[in-house]
């Protein structure tokens, strides 16, 4: 079962299976062995190019307030680097926030009509939307996704059907593997596989140090 976990402040550069672990609570330069790296999946939600030399991968969810915030900074940093750095969004719904798996389902029965595109602008429109810690009305969701040009009873189908938990399963069964304790997660990945990893939501300045020295990673 998932967990409402502590989120620390921590920065993690992984290398060959080993992560360098840098907290203020913590002696830096320590190091952990980890359960595995980031594996790109087919079915990953993609916002910019899948061939773009660095990717942002996070492991989210809508009713978290830290995702919310971190959220306009990740966009921020995929206009500034258009074409060098793109971003995969992966589920961590927690239980303290039982609307968040409603909320992913959403999510993909939008993108299964409109694509990654359309699962991004909808991503939007949640965080827009939420007041978060649980206290979105479910009932909007349906309203949202038709301002999208989303056809009301695909949508409500798509909803009542069971057919994406086993996909939000995955992504989460994927984050255990990689350590994922909290929301939001951050994983860099520089082109020649280097990751630099964020256990909590960093800054605007900490991100974008990290994508130019993943930039310089070959």
Known sequence: MLKNF???????????????FLNKEEEPNTTRNIAGTV???????????RSAPVKIVE???????????????????????????????????????PKSFNQAVALEC????????????????????????????LAILPRLAKEMGVQEEKFAECLASDRYRTRILRDVESGIGLNVDSVPHLIVIAPNGKEFVFGKSPSYAALNAVI???????
């Open 6 to 20: 502590l989120i620390v402040s921590a920065v993690v550069v992984l290398v060959g299976g080993v992560t360098v």
């Open 39 to 49: 594996i790109l999946e087919e079915h990953d939600h993609f916002l910019g190019s």
């Open 59 to 97: 492991y989210a969810e809508v009713e978290c307030p830290y995702c919310k915030k971190l959220h306009p900074i990740l966009l921020r940093i995929l206009s500034e680097y258009e074409g060098q750095v793109s971003f995969v969004y992966r589920h961590f719904p927690l239980t303290i926030h």
């Open 110 to 137: 939008v993108a299964e009509n409109k694509g990654d595109s359309g699962f991004f602008e909808y991503l939007n429109k949640l965080y827009e939307a939420t007041p978060s810690n649980n206290n979105f009305d």
């Open 212 to 218: 130019k020295t993943a930039l310089n990673e070959k």
